[in-house]
């Protein structure tokens, strides 16, 4: 599948298969985690078959099961920081979707396991994405509407429209979809509002909105 086909098909997933990634898998995941690190400067690492994370009453909270891998998200502690952790994690979601690799966005309800992972100096952990393959593929969820998180018109530019429909299938926290996409001449302006990671949010809507308008990160005004 490509990208768009991955965007509308993702979803959410808690549970998980007891089931290795097979080599073949894990080699093209760090391979393109590696990609993005150099493209970006962070430092995401695949953590593979580290069950501690998901085991505690935190998981059990968020009714996670069965995980065993994840993708931790960290980097030099910065401004831009949360919203690059959204960016490029959803780069690396998407992606895991073509791969037949179903995931979740996971803030809060996980263990840190320092040993798992490594930390440099100046860095931080953001968030964590659980990788594997899902016991389904997910629910669709409840969403706004275009012109709830934007300034579309019926006569907007058809890319403009392509982009915020895919903008809305960006997963944000508790799914607040706390963002504002305006369309300024041929520049879009991104805004957030206030709430719970609504700068990773930010970060993962941006890159949805690309992959759906088929344009590149110069459309940011």
């Known amino acids: 599948m490509d990208l768009k086909e991955a965007l509308k098909l993702r979803h959410s997933v808690r549970q998980y298969e007891e089931k290795e990634l097979g080599e073949d ?14 493209e970006s400067g962070l430092h995401i690492q695949l953590v593979k078959n580290e069950p501690r994370a998901f085991s505690g009453t935190l998981a059990h909270y968020g009714n996670f099961s069965g995980v065993t891998n994840y ?15 959204g960016y490029y994690g959803q780069k690396i979601v998407l992606y895991a979707q073509t791969l037949g690799l179903n995931t979740c966005w996971v803030a809060m309800t996980y263990s840190k396991v320092p040993s798992a992972f490594k930390i440099g100096q100046g860095e931080k952990i953001v968030i964590v994405i659980t990788v594997g393959y ?14 709830d998180v934007s300034n579309i018109e ?7 429209k392509e982009g915020i429909d895919a903008a809305l ?13 305006i369309l300024l001449d041929d520049k879009v302006k991104a805004k957030t509002g206030l709430g719970f990671n609504t700068k990773i949010d930010l970060g993962i809507v941006k890159y949805n909105f690309e992959v ?4 590149d990160h110069d459309i940011w005004a």
């Open 71 to 85: 993708i931790a998200i960290v980097g030099k502690k910065s401004d831009t920081l949360e919203e690059d952790a």
């Open 154 to 160: 019926a006569d907007s530019p058809e890319w403009f």
């Open 25 to 38: 898998i894990v080699t093209k995941l760090e391979c393109f985690i590696t990609e993005i690190n150099t």
């Open 134 to 147: 899902g016991v389904d593929q997910g629910q669709e969820r409840k969403s706004k509407k275009p012109d």
């Open 169 to 181: 299938l960006a997963p944000t926290a508790l799914n607040q979809q706390k963002f504002k996409l």
């Open 212 to 215: 759906g308008s088929g344009k």
